[in-house]
């Protein structure tokens, strides 16, 4: 399966990187099936840093080597998702033990519905009704090095703003 990665570079061999800010699945490796998300991301990146150059990553994931590989996956957005994703940005010391997780990408629309639940504005259950009616794309988080071998580098695409 093809899966992509939006970056200001070429990212042939992938790695685990510390961010610097928190992010809906924790610390890793992100990538959608998404293209069109992809490229988002990179004009995202390219217009916060001031460029005007930057890659779709393209690699090829073998689903089909996963089975020794602990996955947490989210088919749609639910209470277990929403926990999640506010555990992962909100406390600072959360870890979990999973090498891939997949599910929802929670976008600018999402996090607006994401602060008024923090602001007990609405409830989960609100809050889950209202992500439901929201066209997501997904993601995938590769958490460990372990899970980063289940993908390879096929190429990059150059996207100029």
Request: aromatic share 14%; proline share 2%.
């Amino acid at each position: 399966m093809k899966i992509y990665h939006g970056s200001i570079e070429i990212v042939k061999t992938p790695e685990i990187r510390e961010p610097n800010r928190t992010l809906d699945y924790g610390i890793g490796f992100y990538a959608t099936t998404s293209y069109e998300q992809a490229v988002f991301w990179v004009k995202r990146r390219l217009l916060e840093k001031r460029l005007s150059k930057g890659y779709v990553n393209v690699y090829e994931f073998d689903v089909n080597s996963v089975e020794n590989i602990k996955c947490l996956e989210f088919s749609m957005p639910n209470e277990s998702w929403v926990d999640f994703v506010m555990q992962n940005r909100t406390q600072k010391d959360f870890k979990h033990d999973y090498d891939i997780v997949y599910g929802p990408v929670a976008n600018d629309r999402v996090y607006a519905a994401f602060a008024l639940y923090e602001g007990g504005l609405i409830d989960k259950q609100i809050l889950i009704s209202e992500l439901k009616t929201y066209k997501l794309v997904d993601q995938y988080l590769f958490h460990t090095d372990k899970s980063l071998r289940t993908i390879g580098f096929v190429e990059a695409k150059e996207i100029v703003l």
